[in-house]
């Protein structure tokens, strides 16, 4: 329930910001949630 619901507000943020922001900030983004998921587990 919690990886869905992560799922579906990165998918907002990137949709949201998909025209204003760089693919960095997108990466970093990415990297971040990752971390956040896998190295708590």
């Not at 990137?14 to 971040?32: E, G, P, Q, W």
């Amino acid at each position: 329930m919690v990886l869905i619901n992560l799922i579906r507000v990165t998918q907002g943020w990137v949709n949201y910001f998909r025209h204003a922001v760089a693919k960095h900030v997108l990466s970093k983004l990415d990297n971040l949630v990752w971390w956040r998921v896998f190295h708590h587990t």
